[in-house]
């Protein structure tokens, strides 16, 4: 549980039905609950690096990865991830601009709950992730699109749309005199 909850008199740590969401890595789902340091290995790591600008995510609904704009340079591409629910009423996103937005492998499953009091995570059936899908342009303003239920790996990763993560270049200015 990465954070307390205070008030005037007091900080309290996983004392409530807290839970926390956390990406996880290409594991495999293993037997449920995973408590203790048995949870490492399916949590992913990251870094933190000064950049000299934002990054930013750059969507595009068809089967194309998007180009960087002109005078910005590639980080990583990926697939558009809009946002999870968790078991209950609970769940997360950020904007579409955010370099979160773009992850560079695409799961059913991109997260795992961890509840407070317990101290477990677990892989909930009942947690969803929302991927932004391919809309090809000739269906762009037509009917309502075609419904189905994508199982097979290869078929989900094929409607999920791609991303590619920039940042602006920095330009050294000359001044002359």
Same mark, same amino acid.
């Given at each position: ?34 408590? $203790? =340091? ?7 790591? /990251? ?6 600008? &934002?990054? !930013? ?34 769940? $997360? =996103? ?7 937005? /773009? ?6 499953? &991109?997260? !795992? ?34 419904? $189905? ?29």
């Amino acid at each position: 549980m990465p954070f307390s909850y205070c008030n005037s008199a007091a900080c309290h740590y996983a004392s409530r039905n807290d839970k926390s969401y956390w990406l996880t890595t290409n594991k495999p789902v293993p037997m449920m609950p995973v408590s $203790g =340091g048995e949870i490492r290995q399916y949590i992913s790591r /990251c870094v933190v690096c000064e950049a000299p600008a &934002p990054a !930013v995510a750059v969507h595009n609904q068809d089967s194309n990865v998007p180009n960087c704009p002109p005078g910005w340079s590639s980080l990583w591409i990926g697939y558009s991830f809009l946002m999870h629910t968790g078991s209950g009423d609970e769940g $997360g =996103g950020q904007s579409l601009t955010s370099p979160g937005s /773009c992850l560079k492998d695409f799961r059913t499953q &991109p997260f !795992v709950e961890c509840q407070g009091p317990r101290g477990t995570c677990h892989y909930f059936a009942n947690i969803y992730s929302f991927w932004l899908t391919r809309v090809s342009y000739e269906e762009e303003f037509g009917a309502a699109p075609q419904g $189905g239920t994508l199982k097979a790996a290869d078929q989900q990763r094929n409607r999920i749309s791609r991303c590619h993560v920039c940042m602006r270049q920095r330009q050294i200015m000359q001044l002359r005199f």
